[in-house]
């Protein structure tokens, strides 16, 4: 982004802006970018955040709202009772910076791993469920037949929903039998529509600005906004990958259940059903594992060359674990333990190599005072510990999924041949969704697969915590 472009820019849509003094970055925001913006506005110095999108604006995770209408909906929303900041102006072509808007600072954390565990924010998580279900009864308020919404939303159904999302992940042409394991489920345990409402589609422990002392003050990132079951979003906010790490507080990883249906019940006068805020739980990580996979395609294809998208590709194995822990809990095969050695002679092997890398981006790059390296160094250092661990103990892994995979199929073959068979056996229905082999080789390899991915990961603690109980 280039400074004599964002001062023109400022300079024509925002009232009393002065002179410019700087940007930032903000680390968040895998699909869409937020600056925080200082300037001089009417003699004052002002924070402003900027969220931005390349081209046109258009979501980049293959479904939902455009970035003008992300503005739109904040206003809207703001209008019904849900806190959020004022816009200020919206980007236009001749800008040169993408599409895009400029909304009012608010002070306050956006980070979920902090909100979820910092001991400054104890006082404010204890109560952040019930105030979730009471911001989302007005969010369901909103008017969606105003001049600026009407036929603006997509809607969609459950059906729909998981339809689009099982195109999205077949079109990537990544076989992946969990992941079409858990499509079928969904798709035979579709809940029944009650009604209709604006649905944010994000909202989530991360896309919410809080206060250690006041709690929850704007819902922010509206980019998957649009019409359809409203217990998609308490679903999505209970989904297991939003939990950051505190996966015993289902909500968000700051609450219970019954706080969030209370919250919602007492402001929107409609009764929560539980079984449908499971079915948009379970489809919550079947949609993120969909998603991560996309991300990884957009850095394939050259559309998005950020170093955060093929690190978060492999997050799509957290995801499928989940899935497997909902769907088919019980005991399950670890994967062998190996200790290959990556190199045979005296000269650094390709593991010190990496590891080298790895602890400088973690411990020199990582100290840097801005704020993004910090960020993409972090990243880049977790996405070498991958690498080393895929050297070591992938191949085991592949080895192990093979031989499952014949079992099943009754034919051996390339393992990437073997899982697109399994996937159209499942999806075809020529294989039992309770077939006891089918359900072993999924939780195992799943588990393999995420043990290389993310070890510490909660879904892998939680998959062998049932293994010991067994």
């Known amino acids: 982004m280039e400074r004599a472009q964002l001062e023109a820019a400022l300079r024509r849509g925002l009232g009393g802006f002065e002179s410019l003094a700087g940007w930032t970055r903000l680390t968040g925001g895998a699909s869409r970018e937020t600056y925080r913006i200082e300037a001089v506005v009417d003699g004052r110095q002002r924070f402003l955040a900027l969220r931005r999108a390349p081209g046109d604006g258009a979501s980049a995770v293959g479904e939902g709202s455009s970035i003008a209408l992300e503005a739109a909906l904040i206003a809207a929303a703001r209008r019904a009772g849900v806190e959020g900041p004022d816009v200020r102006m919206s980007l236009i072509p001749e800008d040169g910076l993408g599409a895009g808007f400029l909304m009012d600072w608010i002070s306050g954390e956006t980070i979920g791993s902090r909100i979820v565990r910092r001991p400054e924010f104890a006082g404010v ?4 469920a019930r105030a979730c279900g009471e911001i989302l009864a007005h969010l369901h308020a909103v008017d969606i037949e105003t001049e600026e919404l009407s036929g603006a939303l997509p809607h969609m159904t459950p059906e729909e929903a998981v339809c689009r999302t099982l195109t999205s992940y077949r079109e990537l042409d990544s076989p992946q039998p969990m992941i079409e394991f858990t499509a079928r489920w969904l798709l035979e345990h579709l809940p029944k529509e009650n009604r209709t409402t604006l649905v944010h589609g994000d909202f989530r422990c991360g896309n919410f600005i809080v206060d250690p002392g006041e709690g929850i003050l704007a819902v922010l990132d509206w980019e998957l906004a649009h019409v359809g079951d409203p217990m998609r979003d308490l679903g999505w906010l209970c989904t297991r990958s939003w939990r950051f790490g505190v996966n015993e507080l289902p909500v968000g990883g700051f609450g219970q259940y019954q706080d969030l249906f209370e919250g919602y019940e007492a402001v929107s006068g409609y009764r929560v059903d539980p079984v449908s805020v499971r079915f948009w739980e379970v489809f919550g990580s079947f949609w993120w594992s969909v998603g991560c996979l996309q991300m990884a395609q957009s850095y394939r294809t050259g559309a ?26 019980g005991p399950v095969t670890p994967p ?15 593991h010190e190599l990496l590891r080298s890398v790895r602890d400088f981006l973690r ?3 990582g100290s840097d005072q801005n704020e993004r390296n910090v960020f993409l160094a972090r990243v880049g250092a977790n996405s070498l510990d991958t690498v080393m661990r895929e050297l070591l103990h992938g191949a085991a892994a592949r080895d192990e999924e ?45 588990l393999a697969q995420c043990m290389i991915d993310q070890p510490s990961y909660p879904g892998v603690v939680e998959a062998l915590a049932q293994t010991n109980a067994a």
């Open 336 to 350: 062998s333990a190996t200790s290959r050695t990556l190199s045979a002679t005296s000269l650094p092997g390709t």
């Open 402 to 446: 093979a031989r499952g995979l014949e079992g099943i199929l009754g034919h051996r073959g390339e393992l990437e041949d073997m899982r697109r068979d399994l996937c159209r056996r499942i999806a075809d229905r020529s294989i039992a969704i309770d077939d006891s082999a089918l359900k072993g080789l999924l939780r195992s390899s799943v």
């Open 304 to 329: 998005e060359t950020s170093l955060e998208r093929p690190a978060i590709g492999r997050r799509s194995s957290e995801c499928q674990i989940d899935c497997a822990n909902m769907l088919i809990p």
């Open 363 to 365: 411990h020199e790059i």
């Open 125 to 128: 998580r204890s109560k952040m």
